[in-house]
């Protein structure tokens, strides 16, 4: 802790504390006024959090200051804490996942506890991996993909913080409410307004520092990785503001309603859901595949007017698409169609990102054969492209009518959010720890094989045990016997689930095992790191080398 | 304020489609504009730089150049 | 001049967040605009009537413990789901729906239509242990929406925010709230008879846990139930007049 409050200038120690004393004013605020409900729980957790933190800056407050030196070197402890948080999210929201998967086959594992049921327990798991797992990977890459394409520091060393550990709050309370019942019931934006306002103050930090940071840049150009961070934070402001619009029941109330209804509503919220895959899960990473991939391949990308183009073209149709979410529902039929043909016309700059990272490792094969960090990277492209092929098709309303309201759904969304935007985040995770805290290699190149095989094998179960069971349900839904009435009952249809549910449970399994042991292996190589520092105490904080070029090419 | 829905609707699947390709003809246009290729071609080459550093206050013109120097 | 204008936005990170903002919201914009007159495309169903207190607060529990993860509130116009689930939804049926609840996924079956299907002690056993009445079942237990008593006097409270979102409670119905949750789930109370006048006749007033004595979660939650598809007759007159019309 004194490590880092210690890259703090008094000043910026002295503002961290005033911010943690009003959250903990706000904390108690809220824990008194929501006695009896929900929010006063969230209060509490606020004012904890908030306090810990402070006990935690109070420890490095009269360490020295950080000297003038420190503005030749890039900030990178917000970086360092980000990683470390991105894999114990990806952690806990995957253990949730593999639970409530359990739940499906076993639905007796909730031992009469309102928190451990599937309708708690399933947005901890959504939020855990999207905004802990996906947030926190996409906040820490892109403090350090700013700096070394703009070659310039972070402007201050407090916003950083700010941002990391503010939008971990907005994580904390959003998963911790869902345990106690709170929640908006709008799929991946449940949570609540007071969580909902604070991510707005959060981000608007965020879009600030970017764009400061930018400002002090030494290269003329911005580097397209940048242009994809830039619409993830934008697009995403705009979409969650518009889609939580809210009256609460009272300033003591967790409880909001939604400013839109029924078919507005619906529209709404499958406008914010596509966009949020679109600016969220991927916009942002193909922002770390930009930068991380060709670095570790030590090859330029292939073509960078490909990237700028489908850099546009993302940007453009995916706003338009949300509507095929809601096929043959009571959304009008023009909206719908709509939906569908930009669906399908988003399958050209989806795939000509793909196409421009695999054309890119072209020549570099045996790089990729070698290093599982960089095959982790190209498994992550060659699932972008199926599942955004995929997702095009879905589009298709006959298709859709077939697909939606099943697990093919759920088959497609793993198919990109496990094969594309997790591969390309551990991908990058392996690329970027050895360079942050200044080591050759990783601790252990076998445990990174180790971990990119369970990866692939639970991601290639999940998705054929959900491909299986979403088909065979559609077409039980809708087959009919020669006497022209339904076949089978839905109980009919549940219960042929059963065996993929068992078989989708075992691939998170293994999905999970793949994350603990990347834990394990980074939370190695810092120790590692730490160690030699402790033994050398050489003190001074060497920037890597020229030569080290070797190192990131691959060992 | 009651605007008709129909126009609305008559506004956004014509007007939309002329922004679509118009937009559609300036990005191409701007990747493609032969002046903008020197300035691509480096920051395709800068993020393989190995150099670590902020660049400070060093001129533009003296920085460390990547593979295509 | 595209190529001072390129040049321009690209050195200048303030123009490009705005050209990032103008094509991705132009984008949203004509899509999302119709939407605000869509009102004037949204089928009249004059006898619509809102949620009573105590089926409001059955369908925030519904909301609390996240049941749109599993199941969808729309039945689509497709042949299979109206033979299945009964007439199609209309955009009308979910007008006082903040937020809507249509759902993405049919882990179990769709409940647009569930009100009426099934009894009261049915919906209570089913929620207590789904498997003592569908053996083959993988919904949780909801034991403790039984024992939880429901909480009624803030009730006004969250009419006056649904007043602020714009379904039409009237005054009287926001003072009498709590009063009308309570009666609704007591029959054999003085204010039992102010519910019905409030929110018409047709309205549903019983113990619907089967226990008269106690308001409890259950009573909130089988009420909203029992009420789901019910608040209009207009899609089954529709479907009705299409039967005829063939």
Request: proline share 4%.
């Amino acid at each position: 802790m004194v490590r880092f409050v210690s890259g703090l200038t008094v000043t910026e120690r002295q503002v961290a504390l005033v911010v943690l004393l009003a959250l903990s004013l706000i904390g108690l605020a809220m824990a008194a006024a929501g006695r009896g409900d929900p929010m006063g729980a969230q209060g509490f957790i606020v004012m904890i959090f908030s306090v810990g933190l402070g006990f935690a800056v109070m420890s490095g407050y009269y360490a020295p200051e950080p000297d003038e030196s420190r503005l030749s070197r890039y900030y990178d402890d917000p970086t360092k804490v980000g990683i470390v948080l991105t894999m114990i999210w990806a952690v806990i929201g995957m253990a949730v996942g593999v639970w409530v998967a359990a739940l499906l086959a076993w639905p007796d594992l909730t031992f009469d506890a309102a928190w451990a049921s599937f309708g708690r327990l399933r947005p901890v798991h959504t939020s855990g991996v999207i905004f802990g797992f996906g947030g926190n990977a996409l906040i820490a890459t892109s403090f350090h993909v700013l700096q070394r394409t703009s070659r310039a520091r972070l402007p201050d060393q407090f916003t950083p913080w700010f941002v990391l550990i503010g939008y971990n709050l907005f994580c904390i309370v959003a998963a911790s409410g869902y345990l106690m019942g709170v929640t908006q019931s709008k799929e991946y934006a449940e949570p609540e307004w007071y969580a909902d306002i604070w991510l707005v103050i959060v981000w608007v930090a965020y879009f600030l520092l970017y764009l400061r940071t930018l400002a002090r840049r030494k290269e003329p150009h911005i580097y397209v990785a940048n242009w994809y961070y830039m619409a993830f934070i934008l697009v995403v402001a705009v979409l969650h503001i518009v889609n939580n619009l809210a009256v609460p029941v009272s300033f003591a109330h967790a409880k909001s309603y939604s400013l839109f209804s029924g078919v507005q509503d619906a529209m709404t919220e499958w406008w914010y859901g596509h966009n949020a895959v679109a600016f969220f899960l991927t916009s942002g990473f193909l922002g770390m595949m930009y930068y991380y991939l060709p670095k570790r391949a030590g090859r330029p990308i292939f073509s960078y007017r490909l990237s700028i183009i489908s850099f546009w073209g993302i940007t453009f149709l995916y706003m338009w698409a949300g509507s095929h979410h809601l096929h043959y529902t009571a959304l009008p039929q023009w909206v719908q169609t709509l939906g569908m043909t930009f669906s399908i016309m988003l399958l050209v700059p989806s795939w000509a990102s793909a196409g421009n990272a695999l054309a890119t490792l072209n020549g570099a094969w045996h790089k990729v054969r070698d290093d599982a960090t960089l095959r982790f990277m190209m498994v992550a492209a060659v699932f972008y492209g199926l599942s955004t092929f995929e997702g095009s098709f879905m589009a298709i309303r006959p298709v859709n009518s077939l697909s939606h309201y099943t697990d093919w759904t759920v088959g497609h969304v793993h198919a990109g959010a496990l094969g594309w935007v997790a591969m390309i985040t551990f991908g990058s995770i392996y690329a970027l720890v050895p360079w942050m805290w200044k080591r050759q290699a990783m601790y252990s190149s076998r445990l990174v094989e180790v971990h990119f095989w369970l990866a692939l094998a639970g991601t290639i179960v999940y998705v054929f045990a959900m491909w299986n069971s979403g088909i065979i349900q559609g077409l039980m839904w809708r087959t009919y016997n020669d006497g022209g009435t339904l076949a089978y009952s839905f109980i009919d249809s549940m219960v042929a689930m059963h065996p993929y549910y068992i078989a989708r449970a075992f691939g998170g399994l293994l999905f999970l095992s793949g994350a603990v042991v990347g834990t394990y292996n980074v939370w190695m190589t810092i120790r590692a790191a730490h160690a030699e520092a402790a033994a050398g105490e050489t003190g001074a904080d060497v920037p890597i080398a020229a030569g080290s070029g070797a190192m990131q090419a691959g060992e | 304020m009651e605007i008709a829905h129909d126009a609305v609707v008559a506004f956004s699947k014509s007007w939309g489609l002329f922004y679509l390709v118009g937009f559609s003809l300036c990005v191409v246009a701007y990747a493609y504009w032969p002046g903008n290729r020197k300035a691509f071609t480096h920051a395709k080459m800068s993020v393989l730089d190995d150099d670590d550093r902020p660049l400070g206050d060093r001129p533009l013109g003296d920085r460390p150049l990547g593979p295509e120097a | 001049m595209p190529e001072f204008f390129h040049r321009k936005i690209e050195r200048n990170a303030i123009g490009f967040v705005v050209a990032i903002v103008a094509v991705a919201s132009i984008g949203g914009l004509v899509e999302i605009a119709p939407l605000f007159t869509i009102h004037q495309t949204v089928e009249e169903a004059p006898d619509m009537r809102v949620y009573t207190p105590l089926e409001l607060a059955g369908r925030n529990i519904y909301i609390r413990e996240g049941c749109y993860a599993c199941h969808s509130q729309m039945i689509r116009t497709l042949r299979d789901e109206v033979e299945r689930y009964g007439p199609y939804s209309l955009a009308v049926e979910s007008k006082y729906d903040h937020p809507m609840l249509w759902g993405s996924k049919r882990t179990g079956p769709d409940l647009a239509r569930i009100g009426d299907k099934y009894s009261d002690a049915w919906h209570v056993r089913h929620l207590i242990n789904p498997r003592d009445v569908v053996p083959e079942s993988v919904m949780p237990k909801y034991g403790w929406l039984a024992r939880n008593e429901l909480r009624i006097e803030d009730l006004g409270a969250h009419l006056v925010a649904q007043q602020d979102v714009g379904v039409p409670y009237t005054q009287e119905m926001v003072d009498n709230a709590t009063r009308d949750a309570y009666g609704q789930a007591t029959p054999d109370t003085d204010a039992a008879s102010g519910v019905s006048e409030r929110y018409g006749a047709a309205t549903q007033v019983r113990a619907f846990d089967g226990d008269p004595a106690r308001v409890t979660e259950m009573d909130a939650l089988v009420a909203y139930l029992q009420i789901l598809g019910r608040l209009t007759e207009a899609p089954y007159k529709q479907s009705a007049a299409a039967e005829a019309g063939e």
